[in-house]
């Protein structure tokens, strides 16, 4: 007993270990977060811009209406163009 | 994007839950090692991330081949999401290898066959992943990934058995012993008590890592079909 070395102080290499390990992990924890979060707020604006585009079509699609034969619309125009004069 | 399921919701308080356990198992229930002090406790944490790491290697290599049987798209996010939290475990095994051989070894590190082969298993899945940083066409990347992922499985083993199979100063405290080992010990009941705690700790934190990267690896791809979608 009395030969019996005593055990070393080396709580300061445990302590900065287990640090260590929390911080790697935390530190990956938080980067799944962020990920997950940016590709959430992705998802949304895509979303939203493929609705606005298909909105957008559609308004286009609309506006352009039913074809009127091309005749009396230029017709339509000439008459118009005289009355101005 | 479905909602975060019930179960893993559940299975991310119990990991914490399991954490706190196991932290407190290894610093307070855990008596103290005679010869190498409260150094050794870092042995815990150190073999369960060593153990959930190899395994996810491991499983990364059989998700490989089940890809390339299949070309499904769902085994690569698998393959992905197990290196993924492989490699951040092993980066904690190492980083706590190193931390321990400091006072007991008297340095930080060195090219001894165990650590040499750790190394290079974490260099090998650093690459996997700039190797998929550099390929655009998502069938090419996980072909690619897939083929890498299965050679560089190899590297799991050959780090498990270096310590049985080379000449190396690396102890082995579990089934075996190493005549040349430097920092060998004995596990008391209690130790062994914290010591497997830890190894179903980080077996449970893992599961909930990979599940919460598989979900995250499927809301990346919805991500990319949708920008596909929009911008075409």
């Known amino acids: ?85 | 994007m479905q909602p975060k399921p019930v179960a893993l919701k559940v299975l991310d308080i119990i990991s914490i839950s399991l954490l706190g356990i196991a932290t407190y198992l290894a610093l307070v229930f855990a008596p103290t090692e005679l010869v190498m002090g409260d150094v050794q406790r870092v042995f815990y944490f150190h073999i369960g991330t060593a153990w959930t790491a190899l395994l996810g290697f491991i499983l990364a290599a059989v998700f490989s081949v089940i890809y390339l049987i299949t070309k499904d798209l769902k085994w690569d996010r698998l393959q992905v999401a197990a290196i993924e939290v492989s490699l951040v475990f092993f980066l904690i095994t190492i980083a706590l290898g190193s931390i321990w051989a400091r006072p007991v070894w008297n340095t930080w590190w060195t090219w001894d066959p165990r650590l040499t082969t750790a190394a290079i298993t974490e260099l090998i899945y650093i690459a996997y992943f700039m190797l998929r940083q550099g390929i655009d066409d998502p069938d090419r990347r996980a072909r690619f990934g897939a083929v890498y992922a299965l050679i560089g499985g190899l590297s799991a083993p050959i780090t498990f058995f270096a310590i049985r199979l080379f000449r190396t100063i690396h102890p082995v405290v579990i089934s075996g012993s190493n005549p040349e080992g430097q920092g060998s010990f004995s596990m008391t009941p209690d130790m062994r008590v914290a010591f497997f705690f830890a190894l179903f700790t980080f077996t449970v934190i893992f599961i909930d890592l990979f599940w919460n990267r598989i979900r995250l690896g499927s809301l990346q791809d919805k991500v990319e079909q949708l920008k596909l979608k929009v911008t075409m």
């Open chain 1, 1 to 85: 007993m009395f030969f019996q070395e005593p055990t070393p102080d080396t709580s300061g290499y445990m302590i900065a270990g287990y640090m260590i390990a929390f911080i790697v992990m935390g530190l990956y924890v938080l980067s799944l977060y962020l990920r997950n979060r940016n590709l959430r707020q992705d998802m949304a604006m895509l979303e939203e811009m493929e609705n606005s585009t298909a909105k957008a079509q559609a308004i286009s699609e609309r506006q352009k209406g039913p074809k009127k034969p091309v005749g009396r619309k230029s017709a339509g125009t000439v008459t118009k163009r005289t009355k101005k004069k």
